[in-house]
């Protein structure tokens, strides 16, 4: 613990909706070494509530009117106010703020300093090509195409530009853009003020695990992470997540099937994919097709739809990661590559981690699940 006093150590949070994980890595000598993680399974609602959705609808009527500089001013500390008070009113903040307190405990976390994301499905994201102007004019520029594309009003979001390189050179700026609403937010805030830790950092999914699996590889890439309940696709192009579509397909339909085919109920039917996973035996494909389909579809679809895009033309995948707890289960790997001419495999995100040899095959275990919170601890490395 003495040691650890004198270095940084950099602490990744991912709360989902099927609970906390947690990674702390040490700074050792500029590389990243692992001091301790830690899960805690629990079904989380992590989403705005209707109520909530309905007071941000109530908002963007009353941000429609217009108003003096003075009102206006007036108006942004009456929603501050509002969306305080909303929060307040939310028991869910004391509750996931104490299961973490808990999972810090249990793990024998150092760090006080935390880096987490937001779900995907909460942020919108997208590029933004703009002709060449002056700096000044790119956030005026952003804040209006998106108030095009989003169903809040800009004032209740957090809306961040981010240049990313191109391979074209015709005067463009591109911008990779994100915006998740502020009263997220402030309740993925509250959670970390409550557990008594100081959150550094909130960024997207996308970012951590591109940070985690595909690192500074600079080729076009899909990581397909497999949830329970939702697959997410990524394409990744310069090190940079470009594009983010989802399906609501995940290893819970995976259970539905082997229930319904083996007479068991879903929970045994859980576990008897598990074992699969770990035992990696070559199982058929046909009796899960109508859940592998539509994923090598998206896949499909996904590629043809960004590889067309102006500046796309001419490049090729090279490969496709597989994330996510329910990736394990052998004929999702099988059956993707059997459909695609490019290298298919499980991402191992501790690869870019210091770590002792013994406990090697425990975090290969572990390692699909925690690619999200290991990609936020290395944010600062």
Do not use: C
């Not at 937001?118 to 004019?137: D, I, R, Y």
């Not at 397909?249 to 109920?265: A, M, P, V, Y």
């Amino acid at each position: 613990m003495g040691i650890l006093s004198k270095e940084k150590s950099y602490l990744g949070v991912d709360i989902g909706a099927h609970g906390l994980k947690i990674v702390e890595l040490k700074n050792t000598k500029n590389r990243p070494q692992l001091w301790t993680y830690g899960i805690l399974e629990q079904k989380l609602d992590i989403h705005l509530h209707n109520a909530e959705e309905k007071n941000i609808d109530e908002l963007n009527r009353e941000n429609n009117k217009q108003y003096s500089p003075v009102d206006n001013e007036n108006k942004k500390k009456k929603d501050a106010e509002r969306i305080n008070e909303l929060l307040m009113k939310d028991t869910r903040i004391n509750e996931y703020a104490g299961m973490l307190k808990f999972l810090l405990k249990q793990a024998k976390v150092q760090s006080t300093h935390a880096s987490s994301s937001l779900p995907v499905s909460q942020v919108f994201h997208t590029v933004m090509n703009l002709p060449k102007v002056e700096e000044k004019m790119i956030p005026t520029i952003v804040r209006s195409e998106i108030a095009k594309l989003v169903p809040y009003s800009v004032d209740d979001m957090q809306i961040i530009p981010q240049k990313i390189a191109t391979n074209h050179d015709n005067g463009n700026i591109s911008l990779l853009v994100t915006a998740a609403p502020k009263m997220l937010i402030s309740f993925y805030s509250a959670i970390f003020q409550k557990a008594g830790l100081e959150l550094m950092e909130l960024e997207t999914e996308a970012f951590a695990l591109t940070r985690s699996l595909v690192g500074h590889d600079t080729a076009v890439s899909m990581i397909v992470d497999v949830g329970a309940e939702r697959t997410n696709f990524f394409i990744i192009d310069n090190s940079t997540p470009m594009t983010y579509r989802s399906l609501h397909i995940g290893g819970n339909d995976f259970d539905k099937i082997l229930s319904s085919s083996l007479g068991f109920d879903e929970i045994t039917a859980n576990k008897i994919k598990l074992s699969l996973s770990i035992d990696s035996p070559h199982l058929s494909s046909d009796l899960f097709m109508q859940i592998l389909d539509p994923i090598v579809k998206e896949i499909k679809y996904s590629f043809d739809l960004y590889l067309k895009q102006n500046g796309n033309k001419g490049k090729h995948p090279e490969k496709i990661v597989l994330s996510g707890g329910s990736s394990l289960f052998p004929v999702i790997k099988d059956y993707i590559a059997s459909q695609f001419d490019v290298k298919v495999f499980i991402g191992n995100p501790w690869a870019r981690v210091m770590h002792q040899d013994g406990i090697n095959k425990i975090l290969d275990s572990l390692g699909p699940r925690m690619s999200v919170a290991i990609g936020l601890a290395l944010r600062n490395f």
